[in-house]
C-alpha cells in the first residue's frame, strides 16, 4: 500500500526540489546513488542492515511516517536497492563457502600418486603387498565399495601381485573421479 502511495506520490509531485537537490535526471539515478545526504558512518550502518527503520530515522532525521513523498520514494528505491546488493553478496558469500568446502573435499579424495603413505607402500610391492591391501580395503570401504582381497580372488596366487596393485589403483581412481564428478553435478 504504501509502494502504491508513494508511486502516486511521484506522478503527482514535482520532483524538480529531488532533482536539484541531487543534481540527477531521474528516479533511476538517485536509486543507484550512494549515501544521497552524504552521512558515511549512518550510511555505512544502513548498508549494513537496510531494514533497520533506526538508521533510517537518524539518516533522514525524522520517523519515516515524517517523511514527505520524495524522501519516501528515495528511501524506498535506496533500501531495495541496498537490500538486493545484500542478498547478491550473501549468495556470493555462499558460492564462495561452497567452493572452499568442495576443495577441501577434492584435497582429502586427492590421487593415489599423490598419497604418501600409498607412494612408500608400493616402493616395494612385494614387501608391502598386504598393507596395500588394507590400504586398498580402507580406502574402498570410504568410497562405499567393497573390497576383494586378492587371496580370496586368487587362492592359488596364480595372477601377478602386481598387476593387481595397478588394477586396483585405476579402479580406486576411476571411483574417486566418479565421486567427485557426483559430487559436483549434484552441487551446481
Not at 151 to 157: G, R
Amino acid at each position: 500500500m504504501l509502494r502504491l502511495i508513494a508511486i502516486v506520490a511521484l506522478l503527482t509531485c514535482p520532483l524538480s526540489a529531488l532533482w536539484a537537490q541531487f543534481d540527477m535526471n531521474s528516479i533511476h539515478e538517485v536509486a543507484t546513488m550512494d549515501d544521497p545526504y552524504r552521512k558515511p558512518e549512518i550510511w555505512k550502518r544502513i548498508s549494513e542492515d537496510p531494514d533497520s527503520d533506526y538508521w533510517w530515522r537518524i539518516y533522514f532525521g525524522k520517523d519515516l511516517f515524517d517523511l514527505s513523498s520524495e524522501e519516501y520514494i528515495l528511501y524506498e528505491s535506496i533500501r531495495e536497492r541496498l537490500i538486493q546488493t545484500k542478498e547478491s553478496e550473501k549468495e556470493v558469500q555462499q558460492s564462495h563457502v561452497y567452493s572452499y568446502n568442495l576443495s577441501n573435499k577434492v584435497l582429502q579424495t586427492e590421487s593415489l600418486k599423490d598419497d604418501l603413505i600409498y607412494r612408500e607402500l608400493t616402493a616395494n610391492i612385494s614387501k608391502n603387498f598386504f598393507l596395500i591391501e588394507d590400504y586398498f580395503s580402507q580406502k574402498f570401504n570410504e568410497m562405499g565399495m567393497d573390497y576383494i582381497f586378492y587371496q580370496d580372488a586368487y587362492p592359488n596366487e596364480d595372477y601377478n601381485r602386481m598387476h593387481w596393485v595397478r588394477e586396483h589403483e585405476m579402479q580406486l581412481e576411476e571411483m574417486i573421479k566418479m565421486q567427485l564428478v557426483e559430487l559436483i553435478s549434484t552441487n551446481y
